[in-house]
Nanobody, 119 residues
Framework: QVQLVESAGGLVQPGESLRLSCAAS????????MGWYRQAPGKQRELVAV???????NYADSVKGRFTISRDYAKNTVYLQMNGLKPEDTAVYYC?????????????WGQGTQVTVSS
């Protein structure tokens, strides 16, 4: 089993910053990638940012230049630094880990943490 424990989100005002963290533990094995997704009310879950082996990163266009993903490989922890937050960033944020398994990649998800941007 793999456990992903996310830090608490919170309520912030537009323009403020927030950092999320997600620590992985358990029978992780080899990690292909760690990242963040989000889901706003009435919308589908969408990719926010991903950091894969070799340092490859991918960001949603809506967060480029504002959000930064990073990873502490020794601690199996991924971070999402969110600057210049906007009301449209309001969503439940989910941590994702893609682990290599004999039959391919397997996805693991955190429990989700609410981020609300409002004045």
């Amino acid at each position: 089993q793999v456990q992903l424990v996310e830090s608490a989100g919170g309520l912030v005002q537009p323009g403020e910053s927030l950092r999320l963290s997600c620590a992985a533990s358990g029978s992780i094995g080899s990690i292909n990638a760690m990242g963040w997704y989000r889901q706003a009310p009435g919308k589908q879950r969408e990719l926010v940012a991903v950091l894969a082996d070799g340092g490859f990163t991918n960001y949603a266009d809506s967060v480029k230049g504002r959000f930064t993903i990073s990873r502490d490989y020794a601690k199996n922890t991924v971070y999402l630094q969110m600057n210049g937050l906007k009301p449209e960033d309001t969503a439940v944020y989910y941590c994702n880990l893609k682990a290599r398994r004999p039959l391919g990649l397997r996805d693991y998800w955190g429990q989700g943490t609410q981020v609300t941007v409002s004045s």
